[in-house]
């Protein structure tokens, strides 16, 4: 039965990260059209930085809901391990498209939202099943 849990929350990870990451690549790419008289940098710094801001929020809610959902062990997993896929993804955009400081700000908001959310329910969580 573990091995069915881990597999279900493995493909729920990888196919939750997928939709997101595919869906906002598709917004960012329907608000930002590409005018041909703009640098192809320009416009690909606005993509990023929508995708860096967006994915990123999308990714901390997703962990959020996953360490909330301690009930269903399996599912809850699975989407916290989506919401993590989806914040590696919006690093990269953000260290390779957006300005230093959304950089900082979007890895100090992940730390200090991840550091919280794992003492507040995973930590409380270990110590009264100690109990």
Not at 41 to 61: A, D, K, P
Not at 62 to 77: D, P, T
Not at 88 to 109: D, G, H, M, Q, T
């Amino acid at each position: 039965m573990a091995l069915m849990k881990t597999a279900l929350s493995i493909g729920i990870a990888i196919i939750l990260a997928a939709l997101v990451l595919y869906s906002t690549y598709l917004i960012s790419t329907e608000m930002f059209k590409q005018n041909y008289d703009q640098p192809y940098r320009e416009y690909m710094g606005n993509v990023g930085n929508f995708l860096s801001i967006s994915n990123g929020v999308i990714g901390i809610l997703l962990i959020a809901l996953g360490i909330f959902m301690k009930k269903y062990e399996g599912i809850g997993s699975g989407i916290l391990g989506g919401g993590v896929l989806i914040m590696v993804y919006s690093f990269a955009w953000a260290f390779f498209s957006a300005e230093r400081y959304i950089r900082i700000l979007l890895l100090a908001v992940a730390l200090i939202v991840l550091i919280w959310f794992g003492y507040k329910k995973l930590e409380k969580g270990a110590i009264a099943k100690e109990r």
